[in-house]
Each structure stands twice: as structure tokens, then as C-alpha cells.
């Protein structure tokens, strides 16, 4: 075997655990021949502490380098040779009574009216646990929305539901019914890093503040420009006494 410098090396035993082993234990799901997009690949090593360094040129280098070959790239695909593709579906795996999903902020408003949805051609990726739904959920998103899945009874409804490896279950689209997640907060009141506006109480009366807020229009006061009020007060009795006396 190729001796491969000590970073490459390293990288090598870990693409050998996360493509061949547990690469559930990273939240991917390889295809049926072992492939699995690049960038799910290097977006999970990102998220591995001492991982983050990795970019598409390392994986490069470990294929050419490497005899005899151990991974296979093709165009924005890698798989794992040597050993094979471990059997990770489990289509008999009985799923706990909770499975988890992370999804992004932007589609939480759609989960909540449709139910979960599978990109197309794939199926939905869930979790045994919530730190696994929320790890791979960060991939995409800093805070991502947590889905809670009712596993047992979407499976007596029917939904089949796969195991795969030993931290992940694969199913189909899911109904609402079947999910527990909080409701989406209200367009008008989505502002990103502050606090949600309060709700006002039943019954209670909105006060319109606005004209509290526009600038108090000044009094025109008749009289000469630049005047005192007292002056064209004075000015204006005279007149009256004026009058009064013709």
C-alpha cells in the first residue's frame, strides 16, 4: 500500500468508517451501488471536530494516491472499494415509538400545512434521537426545527418505515397528522435575532399611536410677524375702545 502523508492518511481511515462502516452514525445514506454526493460528504466532515480542514482537492488526492485505489470518484460521487458497501437498510429494523427530523426555518411553514416530503426520487432521512436530527439538521441551517414523529403509529397507518444502520430510519412522505412540531410563526412577526411581537390579549383594545408621533402643528397667531401675543392683544383691545368711542 501507497504510503500517504500523515493528514492524508488520516483522512483515509476516516472516509473508510464513514463510507463503509457507520455512515449512518453521519446522517448518509449511500446509494445502491455505494455512492453518495460529495458535498453531503464534505458538509458532514465540517461538522466533525478537526474535520472542517477537508475540501474536495484532499478527497482528490486520496483516490489518485492510494494503491491499491481504495475510493472511487466520479464527477461530484465517491464510494468506498475496499471493503464494500456495508448492508445498512434494515427493512425488518422495528422503529422506536419517536423518530426525529431537523428542518430548515424556511420550511417550516410548509411541513406544518403538508406534512414532511422527500426531495425528489429519495426518501425522508429521520433520527432515533433528537442530538442526531439536530446535528445533521445544522448542515443546513443554525437553528434548525425539530419534527417529531409519531414512527408507531405512521407504521399501523400503513407508511412503511426502513431501518438504516443503527441511528437512522428512511420513509416515505409523511402526513401532518403523523408529525409534533410548534406552529411557524406569523410572517409580520418574523424578525430575525429579536423576540416574537406579543399577541394581544381577547378581548383588548388596540390603540392607534400614531398621530402621537407626528410633529404638533404650529399655531398661526394673527398680527405682525415676530410680534408677543400680549402686544396684539394690547393692540387689538385699543381698536375695540377706538370703536366704542366714535
Known amino acids: 500500500m501507497t504510503r500517504l502523508p500523515r493528514q492524508l492518511a488520516d483522512l483515509a481511515h476516516m472516509l473508510t468508517y464513514m463510507l463503509c462502516h457507520r455512515p449512518d452514525e453521519f446522517g448518509l445514506v449511500l446509494s445502491a ?35 491499491p485505489p481504495a475510493f472511487e470518484l466520479a464527477h461530484d460521487q465517491i464510494r468506498c472499494l ?13 422503529p422506536p415509538a419517536l423518530l426525529y427530523a431537523a428542518i430548515h426555518p424556511k420550511a ?27 446535528k445533521l439538521g445544522r448542515r443546513r441551517a443554525p437553528e434548525p426545527v425539530i419534527v417529531t414523529v409519531q414512527a408507531q403509529a405512521a407504521l399501523r397507518a400503513g407508511i412503511a418505515l426502513q431501518g438504516y444502520g443503527e441511528e437512522l430510519f428512511l420513509a416515505p412522505a409523511l402526513p401532518r397528522e403523523f408529525l409534533q412540531l410548534p406552529p411557524p410563526q406569523p410572517k409580520d412577526q418574523a424578525r430575525p ?3 416574537p ?13 400614531s398621530n402621537l408621533l407626528q410633529p404638533t402643528p404650529k399655531i398661526r397667531r394673527k398680527g405682525k410677524k415676530g410680534e408677543a401675543a400680549w402686544k396684539a392683544g394690547a393692540r387689538k383691545l385699543r381698536k375695540k375702545r377706538g370703536k366704542g368711542e366714535t
Open 33 to 67: 451501488d455505494g455512492f453518495i454526493p460529495v458535498k453531503q460528504v464534505l458538509q458532514a466532515l465540517t461538522g466533525e471536530p478537526g474535520w472542517g480542514f477537508v475540501r474536495r482537492h484532499h478527497l482528490d488526492q486520496v483516490a489518485a494516491l492510494m494503491q
Open 82 to 94: 475496499a471493503p464494500g458497501p456495508a448492508r445498512l437498510r434494515r427493512p425488518d429494523a422495528t
Open 108 to 134: 417550516h411553514g410548509r411541513v406544518w400545512e403538508e406534512g414532511l416530503k422527500p426531495p425528489p426520487e429519495k426518501e425522508l432521512v429521520l433520527a432515533a434521537s433528537r442530538e442526531t436530527a439536530m
Open 193 to 195: 435575532g429579536k423576540p
Open 197 to 209: 411581537l406579543p399577541l394581544p390579549a381577547p378581548g383588548s383594545v388596540l390603540l392607534d399611536l
